[in-house]
């Protein structure tokens, strides 16, 4: 069992930054791929990007790639979503997610366990 708490959500400006953090409990955190997804009004779930196990690979979503970065702390059991150059279409709840999948899991279906959700505005 995996509790996955985020914070650092709030109102930023466009071309703003923001940085989105995500607490895990437990002590098997570096067995998780752990990824961001995020839901705007009105919209499906939308992956944003993973960071692999130990070796910390990332990948990311189309839509933010080189702008989003992940990164981890297996220390501190916690994920980090770096967000520079942000755009009002980043609204949305991020949520925070693990996976015990192997591979590179994109899909909701893929990923066990889910954090609350921090909501993140953009203004323009």
């Known amino acids: 069992q995996v509790q996955l708490v985020e914070s650092g959500g709030g109102l930023v400006q466009a071309g703003g930054s923001l940085r989105l953090s995500c607490a895990a409990s437990?002590?098997?955190?570096?067995?998780?791929?752990m990824g961001w997804f995020r839901q705007a009004p009105g919209k499906e779930r939308e992956f944003v990007g993973a960071i692999k196990r130990s070796e910390f690979n990332t990948y990311y979503g189309d839509s933010v790639k080189g702008r989003f970065t992940i990164s981890r702390d297996n220390a501190k059991n916690t994920v980090y979503l770096q967000m520079n150059s942000v755009k009002p279409e980043d609204t949305a709840v991020y949520y925070c997610?693990?996976?015990?999948?192997?591979?590179?899991?994109?899909?909701?279906?893929?990923?066990?366990?889910w954090g609350q959700g921090s909501q993140v505005t953009v203004s323009s």
């Open positions: 437990g002590r098997t955190f570096n067995r998780y791929v």
């Open positions: 997610a693990a996976s015990l999948y192997f591979g590179t899991p994109q899909e909701t279906t893929q990923y066990e366990y």
